[in-house]
């Protein structure tokens, strides 16, 4: 194989067969490709895109590049969820524990933040003493005992895929709906699914912003784990907003626990009911969503849901306290509270900015390799459309220093537009889609939810 003449089809727009990728692959995972060949190949593919076949045997490929999950012995369906990531998006550690108290096995692999958009691993690592990388056999065998395990990538899963993200985030490929598709799909196929459930998000803080590019990438996972024997649904929600009012790792763990106590933002709670009523008709426990729905609301407020989180906790060696008493978190310095500077409407709370701003805290990474302060972040309790008057305090900043509660201000101060009027926000789940299209979901309980259950958490008590 002469990884030149490889470079050069795809550059003038030619394709690579089922084949080539496979050993491209192959021989880039043991080391007999250079980084430098490997970086022209992606900025073609960037540029010439990739045939549907080109993509499957990619993501094949990636997938079979390392061990998988063999779950042949379960009798439990096996499903998990994947978000393509944003702000204050803690529906992962609701979720989890809600759908596996129900009788789901949820082997959940998440990533970490970088950029604006949070990462579900770096949330967990906050609670004192848990642990994310888990072997894999170690994560089957909880998986089996409990029904969950929250782990992380392992060298073991997808090992080129690993490589290659990162020499795409080095080489500003990561934006290729193809490759991001295949890198994707070659972790969730490498857990041993039997189905998976998608939250594809849209607005200015997403990761594609641009609403047809996220049906697009849907529609592609949808094809890749169909194919492959496992069923997938998306729904589109919005993301041109903070999910729920805590924003940054602790204060996330925080509001996930204050969910499963029932105490939780009626948005945070509407993307995580209806992904898990997807998960839980998929997994055959509910006839529909509405069954699945109730089912999932008495197991919440019985308190089995928390209990489940506490278990998961203390089988990856965390400290399982904290769920029901969340202080024992570790605490922010500073506490601040932001005012309105004007009375008004509010206008946009910005996702992006507010990322940014934790990143400026400390709480957030520039490169893989930074290290965070999990302690820092935004509870925002203004919502768009919400009348506020001036003085008003309307967020509150969790810091570590003075450094960080002017950062912290200029933040909120670019993020919170207050104006005379406002548009209306997007709607919070605004498609479904499946292998058969892409249909408009109508459903849109939680703006009648008129307040937010008082939750005297974040130290405001
Ligand atoms: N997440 C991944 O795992 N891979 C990508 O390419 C993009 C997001």
């Not at 990162?166 to 295949?182: E, F, K, M």
């Not at 998976?196 to 996972?221: N, T, Y």
């Not at 995580?272 to 089912?295: F, K, N, Q």
Request: charged share 25%; hydrophobic share 45%.
């Amino acid at each position: 194989m002469l990884v030149t003449r490889l470079i050069e089809r795809k550059r003038d727009g030619g394709e690579l067969t089922q084949m080539e990728w496979g050993q491209l692959v192959t021989a880039y995972g043991a080391g007999e490709v250079p980084d430098y060949q490997m970086s022209a190949l992606l900025m073609a593919v960037f540029f010439r895109g990739m045939a549907h076949a080109e993509t499957t045997a990619l993501m094949e490929a990636m997938r079979d590049s390392g061990a998988s999950l063999d779950f042949s012995g379960l009798a439990k369906s096996r499903l998990d969820k994947h978000s393509t990531g944003g702000v204050g998006d803690k529906v992962s550690l609701v979720l989890a524990p809600l759908v596996s108290a129900l009788g789901v096995a949820v082997p959940m692999m998440s990533g970490r933040g970088l950029g604006h958009t949070g990462g579900t691993l770096d949330k967990l690592e906050s609670i004192p003493g848990f642990r994310t990388d888990l072997t894999l056999d170690a994560a089957k065998a909880q998986v089996e005992r409990i029904g969950c395990a929250l782990i992380g990538q392992t060298g073991e899963i997808a090992p080129v895929d690993k490589r290659l993200y990162a020499l795409r985030d080095a080489t500003s490929t990561v934006d290729a709906i193809p490759l991001i598709a295949a890198s994707i799909m070659s972790k969730k196929l490498a857990e041993g699914l039997s189905g998976l459930v998608l939250d594809i998000k849209r607005g200015s803080g997403a990761f594609l912003p641009d609403f047809d590019r996220g049906v697009e990438l849907a529609r592609l996972m949808i094809a890749l784990g169909e194919a492959n024997g496992c069923p997938v649904v998306a729904l589109m929600t919005a993301m041109d907003r903070p999910l729920g009012r805590a924003c940054g790792n602790v204060l996330e763990v925080e509001e996930a626990i204050a969910c499963l106590h029932g105490e939780g933002p009626p948005d945070v709670m509407e993307v995580t009911y209806t992904l898990g009523a997807e998960m839980l008709v998929m997994a055959g426990v509910a006839r529909g969503v509405d069954e699945a729905r109730r089912r999932m609301e008495v197991c919440l407020s019985s308190g089995k849901a928390a209990e489940q989180l506490a278990r998961i906790i203390e089988a990856q060696g965390g400290d399982a306290s904290v769920v029901d008493d969340p202080a024992r978190l570790p605490q922010a310095r500073m506490v601040e509270f932001y005012s309105a500077p004007r009375a008004g409407v509010i206008a946009r709370v910005e996702p992006r900015a507010i990322g940014r701003g934790i990143t400026a805290l400390g709480g957030g990474r520039r490169t893989m390799d930074d290290r965070i302060d999990a302690t820092v972040g935004f509870v925002i309790r203004a919502r768009p459309g919400d009348v506020v008057k001036v003085g008003e305090p309307i967020a509150t900043i969790f810091t570590r220093d003075e450094a960080g509660l002017a950062a912290g201000m200029a933040a909120l101060a670019e993020a919170i537009t207050i104006a005379e009027e406002a548009d209306p926000p997007l709607p919070l789940i605004s498609h479904r889609i499946t292998k058969d299209g892409v249909a408009v979901y109508e459903s849109e309980p939680w703006v009648r939810t008129a307040e937010y259950p008082v939750y005297k958490g974040f130290g405001e008590q």
